[in-house]
């Protein structure tokens, strides 16, 4: 008697750090085990989990990292390029503060980033085939994002050629991720130029309706610009590959809306929750879920402005596990 | 017994036109208050309609322009510098689309751009002491809009150092408004810098205070960024000096949610309605500008994404009426 | 083909006054029908319009009375007895302040303030009698509103008792009225011990289950402690002999709720407006009438906290109007 | 890893009786500890368990509690003198109701019942000094309660006199508070002349802006009378220095609202409910309370009008142990 | 400047009868005129207003129609054969009461009705066409109602047989309006197979998605099943080509949802009413049909349980008239 | 210390089956109470589980009944005779699907189906008299559901008469279930003519207000047809002498309302759930049967179109557990 929702698991790259049991994958995946985790999401990222060129490339080291996680108890869901991705197209506005996610011999150039961006992607889809998965997660990243709102007006054809150049960047993309038999599940996200069901049908227009382009389903961030997040899996469940389980809040005042001011995220309208802490509607979320067949893995996303990391990682296990609906 | 709100009035900046009677100030003005509108506010950056090279400069042009109005039977309420006060900051994301704006002369050079803008501001200024007005409207500009989502991180002290260069800009402007004795009313608007009321508050903070620096209320903005609108006149309503009667409506899907898409008017969740079509609540506006005093004019913007432009300006004077609270 | 609701008509209690058209029946009354009002209700206890002692005693003066209205262009709808019939049952905290209700001449003495109000409600069912009508309004009395809430812990037996006392000082009034013809439809209002469906009930029993005592409906007062007014019909409907026709709302923040902090009636979460202006849903509110078949008047009763009261009783009329149902 | 908030804790006036484990305070804390509780709030006024006399002398004596506490393992948050505080301050419509608070040597006597309780409240300042205390809580009493209606109109000036009285009634106490290091933290409520943020902000005026003049934040008693509680701690949060997790419920009908015709607890509109049972969104308040850093108790006050003490307080105290967010 | 949308129109059926102005066609379009209305929808099976065997065959009888109607300064708007529709599918528990529709010759004779029904439908067809209509309105009948809800468990095969059938019936029918290029446009209605949108698919799946099977919009019907008739167009729009103006409500009790206890319409929890009385959200529906370019008629259907008919119909068209978008 | 009302209980139809441990009352019984359960209601048709003849004549077999669930742990709460009831009174329109309820032997009789059920009722009543119950569960069964919506319009006079021949049906039974000291507890459901309050109404006064014609509360079917399921405890709370608890859901959309397009459960938009899956509010209920002192049993009935049955028993009977109230 099993549920075909699989869970719980924990996306590894918001806990990672210097100190033990957080340094090392085999410390952090023991961790998240004995918090009842299931599975993990590693982010290829970050060193101190994961070395993704030498996953892209030697079996053996991609059969040890399964191997630690197999001690501990737990397996792979997918792994995370979300950085890399938001590097495959990034606006002018935004180059300075995103080179900060890639290495520093392609600082200030903007080209060498991109092209260094693009060849991790590949290296992930090789290591996730090495490691015997068919979903990764990641970002689009984003031509135009600037123009969000439509003051000033957009130049002609602006949105048009966007989605256009975003489709050729990232088609060879996902044809090597269909060679390795693995979704690029995107996490739909502002900040992105895929930043909902608009966009994302628009992209997937751009891919040629790529059977490998898929969504990382993220109720957190359709919460923070009221997008009806129910309504969305009746739409796009056949798109939906992963999901990312996050809880957030939108409560406006007399001072702020959607947009809150450029405060941090603690004084924001908007903010990101713990599990069960915020306004998600996860019991409906786990049902229709259900309903229309998901069967890979429910990730804990954890940011919280006010919760700390540990209480957060704690509770998220059993929260997800009490929702999953077996059928 | 008359009520101490003013209107209705109009807005003329979206019905000039180059066709009778939308063409000359003699024939628009005619036209609204034909409509049953007792007031007009002129935006500055329309030669068809309003010269202010000239009116900063000349007595008698002014004498002429409130004559041409008093003819008509309608009285000026405030002048628009919106283009020109946009122009003061600019965002270079933003520079080649708002380069229209401004005078073919200083495109390309947003110094030049911005220099003129002042000046425009200045002459607005001196123009509106001429014409007896003691409030304007306009808008703040742009400094740090593309970095309205807080992804990717703020660059540390980006948003400080923004709102202290637009104190640096517009102190001057509205000392020069205070000698005029005039008000700058901004309008609250996204893709302006200050886009709620906790931007407003930094915006104040960053010009000392200026007793000069309020606010034009536009609910539609806020609706569209689901802000409480009603809660912002309680606590902002020392701030208030003028007012765009605007309706908007937002109507998220399984699609879009505030950000829409990247879509035009017509297709957004969030999009702007004639009087009465939308959501917003005048009757708690009127009672609330009623119950703080608010005797400056209810002035109709409008901006339908669906209904003629005539039947909305001749629907909007009795809506307006018919809303004003005599106390 | 006429509507079974009466209207619209008009209480003149708010606003007889000193000043033409104000301070005269023939006056006030041609005034109101101006407006577009059928029928008055007339304060017996204001001298300027309407003399309580002679209209007892005189049928000439009576058949004056009516003349006067008949010229107008109105009918009397009900007399009231509000503030007589407040001081048949006054709580001792309420001594002082309820004096000024009555002649000096009782003033400092609640004995013979409470048999002169008696005596009055008696020549007003003569009254209503002479005049051919077969309604008219009140209050109860309150002989316990300070213990409203149950801290202190009530007496033991106290609100029993209370309402066994109003039993004894109504029913011999309520007597005389049933020789008259006439209901005394009770305004069910804070202050009053019959505040509510529930008070009302007790003091039905309380009188026996007397069959002239009735209602006058008021969904103001139930707005202003959130009862649910249109099931408040469904349930009482059969004692709903008056309708005052009065807007309300309750808009609670973080430092007022019902009892809105002792301030006054402008500073107060709940309180009252002009027709239109609050949130009665009086389209709910005529559909019932009309269901139930009521077919007396519909009345406004007008104090608003914002509005002109010439506004208030322009706007009313054809507000009454538009909402009668011809069944 | 700790949270801010201090809780679970159980205020034991509601659950002090006769017989055992309630009858003593060693009794009564043994059988808190047993449910989970790490704190208790004393009630002064119940001699089964407190004596205040003593305690306000004797050292020695307080040490015992303490150690009576600590042996039970729980600490003491705070001592409770609400029924004294109420009595600084009493109305006479309620004078024979309150006397049962008092010594019977001074009933029949407010001027003696006032100074015996400001006396009690003199003496709690010492014992919370003694016992290592910088809370309590209590209650202000009330001048003008029967007026909370406008209705009779209030006689001119009676507001604003009461909040003068309590000012001058007050400033001592909470001096000699100042002088033992220790707040009173006024629990706001129906029946006291401070029951919402409005009076409150009276009260703290009268006295003088008073440091120690705080709030013991009780959201049942804001869901009675419909006041945004959420709300109230954004704009009170500086003064919240005690916290009482109670939960409520109302259940408007067309026969009840808030005043809820004179019935008792179960009958009405407005009621108490044990933790999780009512209305109260106490993952909202404890959300707040994390934001604003407030770190002092979350105490349970037990009032059910349905389910048994005993399952409310054993289910009360993993309720709140689950609310408690580890920032 | 003109709408798309055309209107007001009014449906005649519900307005026929035996006595002037409403026992003629002459007659009742000169009154419909003179109530604002712009056109008339014919209820074909009205032998007092319309004549559909000799229309089918005379064009000299149309012409007058036409006339007559031109004379009184309308136009007809649609023909109705509701009655006739239904006859084309009757379930047998409905053969009694639905014979009703029939004339005497085919009663008790289920086959020879159908037959009646289905040349009915043919000749307005032909009827149609000499009138110059290119939309006609109609029920679908039905097969299998009865077993609305799952209770008995449904025959297997049972829903699937009756939609087939039912496209067996209406495919020759469609194709003879395909000739006369004429639409029909279903009103979807409980008592007919075809009730909400997921029935309508299946009917459209049943007839080969011919392009003439249309709807007729009608909000009213939706409410009454608690359908969200605004998201309905937002699916459909392209189907619509009628859309018939009336209101309903739904106010269901501790005694009646949806289905009302076999009540009366007085009764019900749902219930229809005239327009602008009940709960249907009209401003949404006419700016969703405004923005897909609905550009046929607004017609009346008027039927209230409670206000009288002549005033039903007075207040509709000037309801209709301010509610048309002009875009 | 034990609260008023019984529970958890489980529903076992939907339970039985052949493979153990569902094949045999001593198996389910075990499983039951390993999971939590306290007592059983045994459904009387399913043979696997019980034999109602010999039940009706054997003490004996009673009482090895009774042992059984005595070792298993569990007592027995009620008899189920849904089926039974249901074909005490059955239209026409359902004669095929109902005969699945029945013996072969009456396949196509109605009058011998119906015989066979009125004695299966009877021997009901007996068996539940030996067992030692006063409750027993069932259904009305239906005479004229086709004519549950208003068209075509009912025949003058159909359902008047068919609630007297229910109650001639009915009456004679209820007499047999008064002899034998035990309620029917009809569920309300519609299929049934009972389906709601007003009808159940319609129902008592047909059989003459019978003491013993009780209900079986089950707020899922009254999501189902959005009917105020919690005010429906206030007014026929002294009828319920059972409760069914079970979930469900009703999610309307632009395709779908209450009734659904005749789908398949898991595609409608109103659906049952598991508990705590659906959008009943249990607290509410549970409080107002506490309230109302109902001390019967809470029995789990299970349907769920998404969960597994095994996941929905046994989270079902801590979730009851958790609601219980002890008084």
Redesign the interface.
Known sequence: ?AGLIKGPALFLAQFAGDDAPFNTLENITKWAAGLGYKGVQIPTFDPRLFDLDKAAESQTYCDEIIGICADAGVVITELSTHLQGQLVAV????D???D?FAPKSVHGNPKARQEWAVDQMLKAAKASQRLGLNVSVSFTGSL????????????EGL?EEAFKELGRRWTPILNAYEDAGCDIAYEI???E?V?????F??FVDAVGGHNRAMINYDPSH?VL????????????HDRISAYHVKDAE?N???????????????D??GRF?SL??GQVDF?GIF?KL??YGYDSWAVLEWECC???P??GAAEGAPFIQSHI???
């Open positions: 008697m606006n002018p506005a935004y300075q503060a995103f900060a135009i994002f600037p123009f969000l709102y439509p003051w000033p007006q957009r130049p949105v996200h502002p900040g130029d930043f909902d069901g608009h966009t049908e628009m359709f610009q009221q997008l009806d997040y129910l309504a969305f899996i009746d739409i796009y939108f406006p005042t007399g001072r702020q809306g959607v947009y809150s001011g450029y405060a941090g995220w603690t924001r309208a929750r069960g802490d019991k049902s259900a309903q006010l919760k700390s540990e209480q609906i077996e059928t």
